[in-house]
């Protein structure tokens, strides 16, 4: 699985970006998703999950009732939709793809087993 992730760039802070994570390379359905992201300096940390059928998402307590994950399995695509940025979401956006019919919520690194290349995020005060 390939995984293309699009959508960043720069915002001021309360405002909005919808970043894109494409798969291809095989059917992806068996596929929950997640997102993480990386500042300087910082460790990569878990952002947000969804199940391989959508059922169940879950959230970084940082950035829950701001962000939403979504899928779209049709198009092999998944969403996160940003709304209320924070100069602390500025940071590289990184999607994985977890093979599973699973929806146990996956949170680190190393559950993942395939990523993308990152898409940056830029939030300015």
């Known amino acids: 699985v390939q995984l293309q992730a699009s959508g960043g760039g720069l915002v001021q802070a309360g405002g909005s970006l919808r970043l894109s994570c494409a798969a291809s390379?095989?059917?992806?359905?068996?596929?929950?998703m997640g997102w993480f992201r990386q500042a300087p300096g910082k460790d990569r940390e878990f952002v947000a999950y969804?199940?391989?059928?959508?059922?169940?998402?879950y959230y970084a307590d940082s950035v829950k009732g701001r962000f939403t994950i979504s899928r779209d399995n049709a198009k092999n695509t998944v969403y996160l939709q940003m709304n209320s940025l924070k100069p602390d979401d500025t940071a590289v956006y990184y999607c994985?793809?977890?093979?599973?019919?699973?929806?146990?919520?996956?949170?680190?690194?190393?559950?993942?087993?395939?990523w993308g290349q990152g898409t940056q995020v830029t939030v300015s005060s």
């Open positions: 969804i199940s391989w059928n959508g059922g169940r998402t």
């Open positions: 994985a793809a977890k093979r599973s019919w699973s929806a146990v919520v996956a949170v680190e690194r190393y559950e993942y087993d395939y």
């Open positions: 390379g095989r059917p992806s359905n068996n596929y929950n």
